[in-house]
């Protein structure tokens, strides 16, 4: 068991989450799938087991420092060691900056931001206490290099974790872990379906066009789909990886240029 490498991915039931666990799971590692419903990631850990690869689902809510230290131990207590951390849990909201409820922004800032920090730090302790090298992987966006309208506070939080992911990449780098931040375009998943309907709904459009405008400005000309973004992930999750820290990296078929 020591041989084999243990990453733990946050939000992993389903979009990207699930395909970085994939991605992952193929790659060698066995992987702890994390996420606020369990019946999600106990689908995704039966499908990796099936396969043939090693997988264990822990309920777990980032927006909580214990859950996610939690998560941490019962990683290392079921699989022996924790190797790459995967922050992709996030969520998004639809509004204008002067209609965003305080509400809103509080539970995007819990989830988005705090649950980054909380997990950079359940994963920079168990690296240390190991005395072993790690990997933390952080979920940015495109929306974390440029503001888009009507995700303004979505994007804020994104831009939040790329300066997160430079802070810590200073401050562990000392300690032989990189920190890095993957940065998709327009995921074709559960999270993109609900933009585009509320999008819809805010400037009176029919069910897809909100979407379709978007894709139609991507230079590679299609959608992205979570294999895509795993691609980056298991790159960075990698040995090839070993000397890149503190970037925050656009995989987004071209749309932001930076």
Avoid at 42 to 60: L, R, S
Avoid at 212 to 219: E, H, P, R, T, V
Wanted: glycine content about 10%.
């Amino acid at each position: 068991m020591a041989n084999q490498k243990v990453a733990l991915i946050t939000g992993a039931g389903q979009g990207i989450g699930e395909g970085i666990a994939l991605q992952l799971a193929k790659d060698g590692f066995a992987v702890s799938l994390a996420g606020r419903h369990l019946d999600k990631v106990q689908k995704v850990a039966d499908h990796i087991n099936a396969d043939g690869g090693k997988a264990i689902a822990i309920e777990a809510d980032v927006q909580y420092k214990k859950q996610v230290f939690d998560a941490v131990a019962k990683t290392v207590s079921e699989l022996g060691q924790l190797d790459v951390f995967v922050n992709n849990a996030g969520i998004a909201h639809v509004a204008q900056v002067c209609q965003t409820e305080e509400e809103d922004l509080d539970r995007l800032l819990d989830i988005n931001v705090k649950g980054t920090v909380f997990g950079i730090q359940a994963a920079a302790a168990q690296f240390k206490k190991q005395g072993t090298p790690g990997k933390i992987i952080n979920a940015s966006s495109v929306a974390g290099h440029e503001g888009f309208e009507l995700l303004g506070a979505y994007s804020a939080t994104k831009f939040a974790i790329r300066g997160i992911t430079q802070a810590a990449a200073k401050e562990l780098a000392q300690d032989k872990i990189t920190v890095n931040a993957y940065c998709p375009g327009i995921v074709l998943t559960p999270m993109w379906d609900q933009i585009d309907a509320e999008m819809g709904e805010l400037h009176n459009v029919a069910p897809g066009e909100s979407i379709k405008a978007y894709l139609d400005g991507i230079a590679l000309g299609r959608g992205e789909t979570p294999a895509d973004v795993a691609n980056l992930v298991s790159f960075l999750a990698s040995e090839k990886a070993d000397y890149i820290t503190g970037q925050a990296i656009m995989v987004d078929g071209g749309i932001v240029y930076r």
